[in-house]
């Protein structure tokens, strides 16, 4: 079975996820936010490990469901 | 007489005017708005001509409705017709004037309450402390001092004050609950769904309600009362027809199973805080215990939703002006932004699954207690708060306990207990979706013993009761 852990990124592969995807939205980062994005991004990184080493079944659906 | 049912008796029976009532509101926001910063815009000329309407209507033998010419506020995120919605942001200052009232505005109007004004929170509801780079904290009326909580703060001080009987405010994963516990009085937060959205600005979809704040069981359930009902201009408002609550108040709590949550919700908080719920406790007579599995992990999987919604929401005003953002809110929405879509979809899945689980719950107990708040309101500015003898966000860690129930939309009343030389502090009635009956009837059994209560402070100079 796999480790249901997400690898956890270091400060400094994290400011490479956030410089590409960044540039991926076309949401260009102020380099005065630069700090403050990276700060609350591995806070966020640790919040997502709590959902993501969780194992849920297979089958289970997101919970909104769309009403055509 | 300074609750909404006494005043609308009063001007319905002819001893006062709604005229009067007005004109004595908008001089007690005069007096005191300076001092606790509740309201961002008031409508004196217009709340002057609506109670002159009143007034009319009501000497032509009209029934306005069961608020008639009483006032209120809404949190600035309310469209009112004619106003520019800022949600507590500057940028929208630059949006034309809303063209309509918001659907909860109108519903309220229709039953004869009049709007004063709308009131201060956190830009774009991200926050639980209501401290606004751009227009400045609300203050806590039981000490200036001391934060309001938030995001809809200024609706909370707005009645916590004695300006208005009730307010409107809105809750994604606390921002009625936290400023309602920090500021003394009731707030609810329905069933997701319940009460309309349409005429609000969001924050995330998934999470949103608008929901009423007062100083009685009873006023609250009226204007939840008023608020219920399937809106088709809202696509997530439900389509289950309105269950009054005003109507079953004085049912006691025979047939209510109650439990207290243990685990997530018994620890990390003051010790005043597990004082405050054990006041409640103890005057329901309850023993029985219940475990929420998986606490901390909804609580983490509404950041996660939470985070990406309103990053996404903001998107191009975050390209086009990331500076005119409050400091506070731009950092976190940029960082939601670029989250990657399995944490939001993890996240989602997970939601379905710990929806089973409090549906499961809900079989063997009907009302849920747990405490609204870690802790009693912060200073304004403070950063970090001391919980069990570590330095953690002061900010954040406000919705600890919250966050994890708005997740699955249950509906909730945090209801105010007064400890001797304290500032105020919340205990959340919680129930399953739509039971908002049950939770109003143990809120009013809880009034009526004393227990909960929402007085008002005495502001005159600035004074406070807490030091």
């Known amino acids: ?68 | 007489m300074n609750d909404a049912l006494s005043i609308s008796a009063a001007i319905k029976s002819g001893q006062t005017t709604a005229k009067a009532v007005i004109k004595d509101t908008l001089e007690q926001i005069d007096r005191l708005n300076p001092l606790v910063n509740s309201l961002t815009t008031i409508l004196r000329d217009q709340a002057i001509q609506d109670a002159e309407v009143l007034d009319r209507r009501l000497a032509q033998g009209e029934y306005p409705g069961i608020l008639t010419g009483v006032p209120f506020a809404v949190k600035d995120l309310t469209d009112i017709q004619g106003i520019v919605t800022l949600a507590g942001s500057k940028i929208n200052r630059d949006n034309p004037p809303a063209t309509a009232d918001a659907t909860v505005v109108t519903a309220l109007k229709q039953a004869g309450a009049i709007l004063v004004g709308a009131c201060l929170m956190d830009e774009y509801a991200y926050g639980f402390s209501t401290e606004n780079s751009h227009y400045g904290a609300s203050h806590n009326p039981h000490n200036l001092d001391h934060v309001a909580g938030g995001s809809s703060g200024g609706s909370a001080v707005a009645v916590a004050a004695g300006l208005v009987p009730f307010s409107l405010g809105s809750d994604t994963n606390g921002s009625i609950r936290v400023p309602a516990a920090l500021c003394g009085i009731f707030g609810l937060k329905p069933t997701y769904g319940r009460v309309s959205r349409f005429g609000t600005f969001p924050f995330a979809g998934s999470f949103d309600h608008i929901g009423p704040f007062a100083r009685s069981v009873s006023d609250l359930a009226v204007v939840f009362d008023c608020l219920q009902g399937h809106d088709p201009q809202d696509p997530i408002s439900s389509d289950r027809p309105p269950a009054l609550c005003f109507p079953e108040l004085s049912k006691g709590l025979s047939g209510i199973r109650l439990a207290v949550a243990d685990g997530h919700f018994a620890q990390g908080a003051h010790p005043e805080v597990f004082q405050a719920l054990g006041k409640v406790v103890d005057a329901l007579g309850i023993t029985a215990k219940v475990t929420i599995p998986e606490a901390h992990r909804a609580r983490a999987a509404a950041f996660l939703i939470t985070a990406s919604e309103g990053g996404n929401l903001h998107l191009e005003r975050l390209r086009n002006r990331p500076f005119d953002f409050d400091p506070a809110t731009r950092d976190r929405l940029l960082a939601g932004a670029l989250a990657p879509a399995n944490w939001y979809l993890q996240a989602q899945k997970f939601r379905n699954w710990y929806r089973e689980q409090l549906e499961q719950i809900f079989q063997s107990v009907d009302v849920i207690l747990a405490p609204t708040t870690p802790c009693m309101a912060t200073k304004i500015g403070q950063q970090s708060i001391n919980i069990d003898g570590v330095e953690i966000l002061a900010r954040p860690n406000l919705g600890v306990f919250t966050q994890p129930l708005s997740f699955i939309g249950l509906p909730i009343i945090s209801v105010p207990v007064h400890l001797p030389n304290s500032l105020p502090l919340g205990v959340q009635l919680i129930a399953a979706p739509y039971n908002e009956a049950l939770i109003f009837r143990v809120a009013k059994v809880l009034e009526d013993q004393g227990i909960v209560a929402a007085p008002v402070p005495n502001l005159i100079n600035g004074s406070s009761v807490y030091n």
Do not use: H, W
Not at chain 1, 28 to 46: H, S, T
């Open chain 1, 1 to 68: 079975m796999n480790d249901r852990r997400l690898a956890t990124l270091e400060v400094a592969d994290i400011k490479v996820y956030l410089a590409q995807s960044a540039k991926l939205l076309n949401l260009p980062i102020p380099e005065e936010c630069e700090q403050g994005v990276l700060d609350n991004f591995v806070r966020m990184q640790a919040i997502a490990a709590l959902v993501n080493e969780f194992p849920l079944p297979e089958d289970i659906e997101i919970a909104p469901i769309f009403q055509p």
